[in-house]
Every structure is written in structure tokens, then in C-alpha cells.
């Protein structure tokens, strides 16, 4: 029998703070406190060699850095071809998006379509990622689901013309590096 053999890709849970939100992940943070097994700042690049993780986790993270285009390089270095990124963040539409002091930017669904080779503005950016998932998340009980069923079956539209009567509470998205 061998050992040593992984049975999953490695994972790595970025600015993990003090939550597991991808228990046996490598957690990486800034702040000490939070007693991650990797101390760094994701934007100063992350310590680790291209293509050593099968996923990666931005829990609450990505609406905090200063250059989202330089992170978003960086994630897709350290991902394996077909690695999957995991980012949760604020809809542009909800309060927290504005609360949290330390927030740099506002995301709505179509922020990441950018990194997708498609896009007409893809030249920004030399990562690619394909967009597998972005789902709208709401607040409330019959209200919320009621729009958050709308806003998924015309996200755009929702956007464009019910964001702000209805705010979405926080976005989650899969993004597939494309290698």
C-alpha cells in the first residue's frame, strides 16, 4: 500500500481569517491573530509555486484588495489547470459593500467575466478564468426568494433595473482557471 498520496487536490483558503470555511485547507492570512499556517499579504503574491492548488477560496476577501487584476494573476498561478476559485463578496447592492471601511470595491455578477478570454476587455488582465457559476444571494424569507428567482433567471436585467429596490445580499462565484 502506498501512503503519502494525496486523495484531493491541495487546497488554499485565501485571507481565511479566523473562520474554516475549507476545513484541511491551507490557511493563509495577514493578520497573525488569526493563527493562519501561512502569514502573508496576498498582495505583496503568494508564497507558493504556479499550479499547486486544485482550489482556492476567497471567503470575503477580494472586495479588500487594492489591485483586483494583480490578485486575480496571482490566484490563477498558483491554481492547476481546471482549478477552481471560490469567491464569495458583497453584491454592489448591498449595505455591507459600503459598511466595511476597509472595503476598496464594489462587485456586481459581471465583474469576473473580465478574465474570460471572450470578454471584449479581456486585455487587462493575462489570467483566464471561465465563469461555471455566480449566483445572487438575498435576505428575507418569501421577498428574497421571489427576487433572488427573478435575478437568476435575468441577471442582467436584475442589475440593471431592481438592484437597488432590491438588494442582493452577497454573490457567489466559481471560476475555472483556464490553462
Do not use: C
Amino acid at each position: 500500500m502506498m501512503t503519502g498520496i494525496l486523495t484531493r487536490p491541495l487546497q488554499l483558503n485565501i485571507g481565511a481569517g479566523a473562520g474554516d470555511q475549507m476545513p484541511g485547507a491551507v490557511r493563509l492570512d495577514l493578520a497573525r491573530t488569526t493563527r493562519p499556517h501561512v502569514v502573508a499579504d496576498v498582495e505583496a503574491g503568494l508564497p507558493f509555486r504556479s499550479g499547486t492548488f486544485g482550489v482556492a477560496g476567497a471567503y470575503d476577501v477580494i472586495e479588500h484588495v487594492h489591485d483586483l487584476v494583480a490578485v486575480m494573476e496571482e490566484i490563477h498561478r498558483v491554481l492547476v489547470p481546471d482549478g477552481v476559485l471560490i469567491v464569495t463578496t458583497p453584491h454592489f447592492s448591498s449595505p455591507n459593500a459600503y459598511t466595511d471601511p476597509t472595503h476598496q470595491r464594489a462587485l456586481g455578477l459581471r465583474s469576473f467575466d473580465y478574465f474570460d478570454a471572450a470578454h471584449p476587455l479581456a486585455y487587462y488582465s493575462r489570467a483566464r478564468f471561465r465563469v461555471r457559476q455566480a449566483r445572487l444571494f438575498f435576505k428575507g424569507r418569501v421577498l428574497g426568494r421571489l427576487v433572488a428567482r427573478l435575478a437568476r433567471r435575468w441577471p442582467s436585467w436584475y442589475e440593471d433595473h431592481l438592484a437597488w429596490m432590491f438588494p442582493a445580499w452577497f454573490m457567489y462565484f466559481e471560476l475555472v482557471a483556464v490553462k
